[in-house]
């Protein structure tokens, strides 16, 4: 399926989805705990359905009912009576792959679609291999599928890289607390996307768990035991970026509900890139809201997105209206993602008009004078279809757009809301 995407201004009022990355974590805190969790406002996208077959697959008993699910866990893991397919999502895979040395003597499989089957496992495998625990790629060459030996995680030192995807130190936290013994974690190299760090960190001390942060090394206790608890998933700013780049760009005024200001969430850094830009931003944080007021002209402005990858396709959107260069850097880890994401932003930007110098770890984009109409490809990635889908909101002719069914990942409603909102997005079978 394609969309097509021209001119439109946006103007109204959206709730926006709730966070991918808490349901996943809320999702496997509540199936390790000893007990029931109600768990209310769960983002319910193909990823985090891959989490909740997983979590089902070693035990824990879960019924959904709208967007809420109680879910009955155990502090023991069994061993899945068939393959972990964990689809499209990383976060899954990744932390299942952890979670897998913890059933009994027995091996686990866990694979997943095309694209994440290319998306790299060697540093995970690497660092489970140092705590004890027998784990390869089946093709030998660190990519899904992958094979886990069960019987359990010893525990003690252990290294791993920090400059590629946060989510093997996301997927040792949640393991370690279930360790022989204590485990410590020193993350060597730039770590990246810190803040999902923080995150994982944030559900694990809600659930019960203790984890020592000082900076770049982590200390686990062995043999923790998870605490049933009622969560509520708060709105996601990554999905939010993109309705807040949308009203930006389209000179519009957006207002966007459901958003929690006191957990943290990477993303949430685009209200700062949008005031530096100029965009006008009211932020109500007992509400729950930011309103975003779109200008004729962009600023200029450089930004490392180390910390937060995920904005890099919102943000590139924004050099459409811009009066002078944006630079993004810092997110050399982007490429590793559903897709290379800097090399297609830049081979798709480039069919707009916009001018785009590629870089090892991110992109400079200037604006066209004119946007010019232009047929896209999405790479089969959801948040690249976002980009370009926005994009095409300050054309004056249809742009097309592949990859409609991508949106199914992050942020299912995505067209519905932006057409909720004025904009002009027809589908096209």
């Given at each position: ?64 009912t709208g967007n809420s699910a109680n879910v009955s866990g155990s502090s023991s893991i069994k061993l899945p009576q068939n393959i972990i397919n964990a689809n499209n999502s990383g976060t899954t895979i990744r932390i299942m792959t952890a979670l897998s040395s913890l059933c009994p003597d027995g091996y686990v499989v866990l694979t997943g679609d095309e694209s994440l089957r290319n998306r790299p496992m060697e540093p995970l495998l690497d660092a489970l291999n140092q705590l004890g625990v027998m784990c390869w790629s089946t093709r030998l060459n660190g990519t899904p599928p992958i094979i886990v030996k069960g019987g359990g995680l010893n525990g003690g ?273």
């Amino acid at each position: 399926m394609t969309l097509s995407s021209k001119k439109s201004i946006l103007k109204g009022a959206v709730r926006i989805p709730s966070s991918k990355s808490y349901t996943h974590r809320a999702l496997i805190a509540a199936s390790l705990s000893d007990g029931n969790s109600k768990l209310d406002n769960l983002l319910l996208s193909s990823d985090t359905l891959a989490t909740v077959d997983a979590c089902i697959a070693f035990g824990s008993q879960i019924k959904i009912t709208g967007n809420s699910a109680n879910v009955s866990g155990s502090s023991s893991i069994k061993l899945p009576q068939n393959i972990i397919n964990a689809n499209n999502s990383g976060t899954t895979i990744r932390i299942m792959t952890a979670l897998s040395s913890l059933c009994p003597d027995g091996y686990v499989v866990l694979t997943g679609d095309e694209s994440l089957r290319n998306r790299p496992m060697e540093p995970l495998l690497d660092a489970l291999n140092q705590l004890g625990v027998m784990c390869w790629s089946t093709r030998l060459n660190g990519t899904p599928p992958i094979i886990v030996k069960g019987g359990g995680l010893n525990g003690g030192s252990v290294e791993i890289p920090g400059n590629i995807s946060s989510q093997f130190i996301t997927a040792i936290l949640i393991a370690s607390t279930k360790s022989k013994r204590d485990v410590k974690l020193d993350v060597t190299g730039m770590l990246v996307s810190r803040p999902y760090i923080d995150s994982t960190i944030h559900i694990l001390d809600l659930f019960g768990c203790n984890v020592i942060s000082n900076n770049d090394q982590f200390i686990i206790p062995s043999n923790q035991n998870f605490t049933p608890t009622n969560f509520t998933v708060p709105g996601d700013f990554s999905s939010a970026s993109f309705i807040m780049a949308a009203a930006a760009i389209t000179n519009g005024t957006v207002k966007i509900e459901g958003l929690d200001f006191n957990m943290p969430q990477a993303d949430m850094r685009m209200i700062d890139i949008l005031l530096e830009l100029g965009v006008g931003v009211e932020i109500n944080k007992l509400e729950g809201s930011v309103t975003i007021n779109g200008v004729d002209s962009l600023g200029s402005g450089d930004f490392n997105l180390s910390d937060s990858p995920d904005l890099l396709p919102a943000v590139a959107t924004l050099a459409s209206k811009t009066s002078g260069e944006i630079s993004i850097h810092g997110v050399r880890h982007a490429r590793f993602k559903e897709t290379d994401r800097i090399s297609a932003l830049a081979n798709e930007f480039k069919k707009a008009g916009i001018i785009v110098v590629e870089s090892d770890d991110g992109l400079r984009l200037s604006p066209p004078s004119n946007l010019k109409p232009f047929k896209a490809d999405s790479h089969l990635d959801h948040r690249i279809f976002m980009a370009l889908s926005v994009l095409g909101l300050v054309s004056d002719s249809k742009c097309i757009i592949s990859g409609n069914e991508t949106i199914s990942v992050s942020y299912p409603s995505f067209i519905s809301d932006i057409q909720s909102l004025g904009g002009s997005f027809e589908v096209i079978n």
